[in-house]
Each structure stands twice: as structure tokens, then as C-alpha cells.
């Protein structure tokens, strides 16, 4: 691999990290908790840049447990080790905890680049016999101590669902904690062993991929919080001299032709509360092809066919609980829903509660 294509890809993942910083500064406007993260994000941007260079320096000059190369790991290992807590802890406790997690790694920084300060020169191994010839000098001491910090932190991210003990938390971390220790067990080695600028790229690579995936489900938690789509009486089908009509405007026509599926399913809740019924039948009612029933649905908001009907579905399910209808789980099946499982999933993903809290809130005085 040449070096202008790992600065580039080094510049798109220096660039992905600051915009993931960015938008956790914005989150942590409204929710304090985000605010650690943001500034670690801005912190790995930074940091990510130092690995290409240590790419510039000699040859001779590399060696085994190259001390930079070490002293990155040590960083990049606590900044991972820490960050994903930031989710479950309170807000006032993260600084005061990072900081005193960190009082290891500030120190090892101080002991080895005080005597650089001072003019000393590293040493350079390059072989098991270097190693056991300067084991028990200073240079030599800190760099195991600056690796087995590292793995002590590498191994404090395979306890991280272990240690995330609030009922809340989100459980694709588990995963993400996995696939974070082991990246960081990869660039441990790269570290521990000649420095190869290749498989650093490889590790920047994996590294920002799980940022970006973090990043993205974080995300998410705000796209549940987003106004959902409301049924609006619809009185009147619209006419084919209508649809005509709204063919020199996109958004007019996609309108049409919600507001003609709106009518039909208004008027035919009896038809789409059978559970086998789907995507195909609507279009067949509604004389729209496949095409044009996913254009108009999404232009209002709904994701696709299946979440439109799920929508319904769900108003359904809400007023037969309010009228006394439903009085049970296994009921919750009369309004269109195949399984209890579905009925829960797609509850909890429409109202966000779980449907057994909203049937206990309706159920009927004794």
C-alpha cells in the first residue's frame, strides 16, 4: 500500500470522526450525557492523524515496541475503553471518573517524555536479544508498562457489558464492545511488532467502520422520537379526472394516490384486519401497481407498504383496547397481526411502549 492511499484513507477517517463529534456536540445541547463522547470522537480525530507519521520516520529508528506507536495504543485504548459508558452513566459523574481513569496513562506520557525533554535518545529493538539486553532499563520498562496498560484497558472493553449495570442500556453494545476489543488486540500487535503501515490502515479502517455503526444507532434514538404520520379522514376517492389532473405535479399525483389508499382502507377495515393480507391485495384494491403504492406511502412519511398497514393496524388495535374490545394478548390478533410477537414489535416500535402497559392502562375496573 503506498502512502497517498493510506493518507487518504486516514483523511476520510480523521474527517468521518469529526463529523460524528459534531453532531454528539449537538446532541449534548439537549442531553448532557453525550457531551463525553463528543469531545473523545474530536480526541480519536485528532490522534488518527499520528499514525502516518509515524510511518516517516526511519527505518532503523522503527523497530519493535516502537515507543510512539505504543504510547498512541495506550491512549486509543482508554479513550475505547471508557467512551461507551458515557451512554448509561450520568452526566456529572463522567468527567470525574474519566479523569481518574486516566491518571495511569497521564502518568506513563510524563515518565517517558521527560527524559526525551532532557535530550535522551530511545532505544531500538530490533530483535529478542535487544530486548533481553536492556529488559531492566528505563526506556525498555515503560514501554512494557505502557503495553500492559494497554491490554489492561483491552481487556476492561471485553468487560464493558458486563460492567454497563443499567436496566437501559442499549444492547447492540454487547456486540460492539466485542468487535471493539478485538481491533484493539490488532493494532496491539502491529504495535507489539514491527510497525506496518498497511495493517494500520487496516485497523483505521475496522476501527472507524465501528464508530460509524455506533454513531448510526445513536442516531436512531432520535429517528424514534420523530412526529409519526396521522390518520386523516378521507371523505371523497379521488376520480380518475383527478388523477389527471395532478399529472404535471409529483407531489399532487403521490398525494391522489395516498388519498385514494386512504379511502379504501377507511372504508374496509374488515378486509386488511385479516392477517394474510398484504401489499399485493392493496394494490389489486386500489388499482395501483407496486410502484406507485410505495411512492405515495413514502412520500407520507411511512417507511414502506408493510409499516402503512402495521400503522392502521395499530389504531385499530388502540381503539378496540379503548372500547373493550381486547381485553388480552392473545385478542390483540383480531386487528390484523399474524403473531403476539409481531403484535409487540410492531407496538413498541409505533408507540413506544410495550402493548401489555398499554392493555394494563385500559383495562377495565373491577
Same mark, same amino acid.
Given at each position: 500500500m503506498t502512502k497517498d492511499v493510506a493518507l487518504a484513507i486516514l483523511m476520510c477517517s480523521t474527517t468521518a470522526h469529526y463529523v460524528i463529534a459534531m453532531v454528539m456536540f449537538v446532541y449534548a445541547r439537549h442531553q448532557v450525557r453525550y457531551l463525553s463522547i463528543a469531545w473523545i470522537m474530536a480526541? @480519536? $480525530?485528532?490522534?488518527?492523524?499520528?499514525?502516518?507519521?509515524?510511518?516517516?520516520?526511519?527505518?532503523? $529508528?522503527?523497530?519493535?515496541?516502537?515507543? $510512539?506507536?505504543? @504510547?498512541?495504543?495506550?491512549? #486509543?485504548?482508554y479513550l475505547q475503553s471508557i467512551y461507551p459508558l458515557?451512554?448509561?452513566?450520568?452526566? +456529572?459523574?463522567?468527567?470525574?471518573?474519566? #479523569?481518574? +481513569?486516566a491518571s495511569p496513562v497521564m502518568a506513563l506520557i510524563l515518565l517517558y517524555t521527560f527524559p526525551l525533554l532532557l535530550g535522551k535518545t530511545p532505544l531500538v529493538i530490533t530483535s529478542t536479544h535487544d530486548l533481553?539486553?536492556?529488559? @531492566?532499563s528505563y526506556d525498555i520498562l515503560i514501554r512494557l508498562a505502557s503495553l500492559a496498560l494497554s491490554l489492561a484497558y483491552i481487556v476492561n472493553i471485553f468487560r464493558l457489558p458486563h460492567r454497563l449495570t443499567h436496566k437501559e442500556f442499549p444492547r447492540y453494545l454487547v456486540g460492539y464492545s466485542l468487535c471493539l476489543g478485538l481491533s484493539a488486540v490488532f493494532y496491539a #500487535?502491529?504495535? #507489539?511488532?514491527?510497525? =506496518?503501515l498497511l495493517l494500520a490502515t487496516i485497523y483505521i479502517l475496522c476501527f472507524t467502520v465501528l464508530n460509524l455503526y455506533l454513531s448510526l444507532r445513536t442516531l436512531e434514538t432520535m429517528a424514534l422520537e420523530l412526529p409519526k404520520p396521522t390518520i386523516t379522514a378521507v371523505e371523497q376517492n379521488p376520480s380518475e379526472r383527478d388523477l389527471e389532473q395532478a399529472q404535471r405535479d409529483f407531489n399532487e399525483l403521490n398525494q391522489k394516490h395516498f388519498e385514494r389508499v386512504e379511502y379504501w382502507m377507511q372504508h374496509n377495515t374488515e378486509a386488511w384486519k385479516d392477517n394474510t393480507f398484504g401489499r399485493n391485495q392493496l394494490c389489486r384494491e386500489t388499482g395501483l401497481n407496486r410502484h406507485l403504492l410505495l411512492q405515495c406511502v413514502r412520500s407520507q412519511g411511512y417507511n414502506n407498504v408493510h409499516d402503512y398497514l402495521s400503522f392502521y393496524r395499530i389504531a385499530?388495535?388502540?381503539?378496540?383496547?379503548?372500547?373493550?374490545?381486547?381485553? =388480552? @394478548?392473545?385478542?390483540?390478533q383480531d386487528a390484523g397481526f399474524g403473531t403476539t410477537k409481531t403484535v409487540r414489535n410492531c407496538f413498541l416500535r409505533c408507540e413506544g411502549v410495550p402493548v401489555e402497559d398499554f392493555l394494563a392502562a385500559h383495562a377495565p375496573e373491577k
Open positions: 480526541i @480519536l $480525530a485528532f490522534l488518527s492523524t499520528f499514525i502516518c507519521l509515524i510511518d516517516t520516520l526511519p527505518v532503523s $529508528a522503527r523497530g519493535f515496541l516502537q515507543p $510512539a506507536a505504543l @504510547l498512541l495504543l495506550v491512549i #486509543v485504548c458515557s451512554f448509561v452513566m450520568p452526566g +456529572y459523574l463522567q468527567w470525574q471518573r474519566m #479523569v481518574k +481513569y533481553l539486553q536492556h529488559l @531492566l #500487535v502491529v504495535c #507489539v511488532l514491527r510497525f =506496518n385499530e388495535l388502540k381503539r378496540m383496547i379503548e372500547c373493550g374490545e381486547v381485553t =388480552n @394478548l392473545t385478542e390483540c
